[in-house]
C-alpha cells in the first residue's frame, strides 16, 4: 500500500505565522490528496481536495500545492482558531491512507 | 443543511458484535459514496471503508484489518448507512465516523461527517 509522511509530527508556532505542512506519498498518487483539519473532539473538516482545491467555505488562508509525490499545505497567516491537527489523506486507490497527522499548536 | 448522524456504539466484549448506523439528511443520500472512518483513542484517523450508490453498482471496499470482518450497507429508503462489524477485536475500540465521499472532476474528499460514535471493545 501506498503511504503517507506527513511532517512535522509537531509545529509550535504564533498567530500571524506563515506555516507550511508536507505529506509525502510512496508512490505517485497525481494529485489525489486532500487536507482536513481536526479539533479536540470534533470531527475533521475538509479544507483541501485535489491537492490544491479550496473546499467551499474555508478561508483564502489555506492552500495547498503539489502533485505526483510531494504536497504542501500552507496557511498563510496563523488565526487563534487554526490551532488543530492536520491530516492529509490519498484517494487514488484503497486503501484511502491518511498521513500521521501535524499538531499545530500556539507557542 | 447535511446531517449526518451515529448511533449503535456502546461496549462490546471481544470476538462480539455491534451494527452502527448513520442518518442521513440534507442531500441525495441515494446518489451518495459514503464511507467509515474511526480513529483509536489519541489516535490519528483510519479509513475503514466505503460503499458506492447502487446507480454506481453498490459495491463495497474495506482497509485490510477490518475484510471480512465487517460489513457496509446502505438502505435509500430510510437514508441510513450502516457498518456490521463482527468478530470485534480491543484494536477495534475507536470513535466511528460516517462520511459522504464528494467527488468533483478534479479531485475527491469527505465533505461532510458525523459526529462520531465510541465503540469500547474490552472484556
Known amino acids: 500500500d501506498i503511504q503517507l509522511t506527513q511532517s512535522p509530527s509537531f509545529l509550535s508556532a504564533s498567530v500571524g505565522d506563515r506555516v507550511t505542512i508536507t505529506c509525502r506519498a510512496s508512490q505517485g498518487i497525481s494529485s489525489y490528496l486532500a487536507w482536513y483539519q481536526q479539533k479536540p473532539g470534533k470531527a475533521p473538516k475538509l479544507l483541501i481536495y485535489a491537492a490544491s482545491s479550496l473546499q467551499s467555505g474555508v478561508p483564502s488562508r489555506f492552500s495547498g500545492s503539489g502533485s505526483g509525490t510531494e504536497f504542501t499545505l500552507t496557511i498563510s497567516s496563523l488565526q487563534p482558531e487554526d490551532f488543530a491537527t492536520y491530516y492529509c489523506q490519498r484517494l487514488n486507490s484503497f486503501p484511502y491512507t491518511f498521513g500521521q497527522g501535524t499538531k499545530l499548536e500556539i507557542k | 443543511e447535511v446531517q449526518l448522524v451515529e448511533s449503535g456504539g456502546g461496549l462490546v466484549k471481544p470476538g462480539g458484535s455491534l451494527r452502527l448506523s448513520c442518518a442521513a439528511s440534507?442531500?441525495?443520500?441515494?446518489?451518495?459514496?459514503m464511507s467509515w472512518v474511526r480513529q483509536a483513542p489519541g489516535k490519528g484517523l483510519e479509513w475503514v471503508g466505503r460503499i458506492k450508490s447502487k446507480t454506481d453498482g453498490g459495491t463495497t471496499d474495506y482497509a485490510a484489518p477490518v475484510k471480512d470482518r465487517f460489513t457496509i450497507s446502505r438502505d435509500d429508503s430510510k437514508n441510513t448507512l450502516y457498518l456490521q462489524m463482527n468478530s470485534l477485536k480491543t484494536e477495534d475500540t475507536a470513535v466511528y465516523y460516517c462520511s459522504r465521499l464528494f467527488i468533483a472532476v478534479a479531485g475527491r474528499g469527505f465533505d461532510y461527517w458525523g459526529q462520531g460514535t465510541l465503540v469500547t471493545v474490552s472484556s
Open positions: 440534507g442531500f441525495t443520500f441515494s446518489n451518495a459514496w
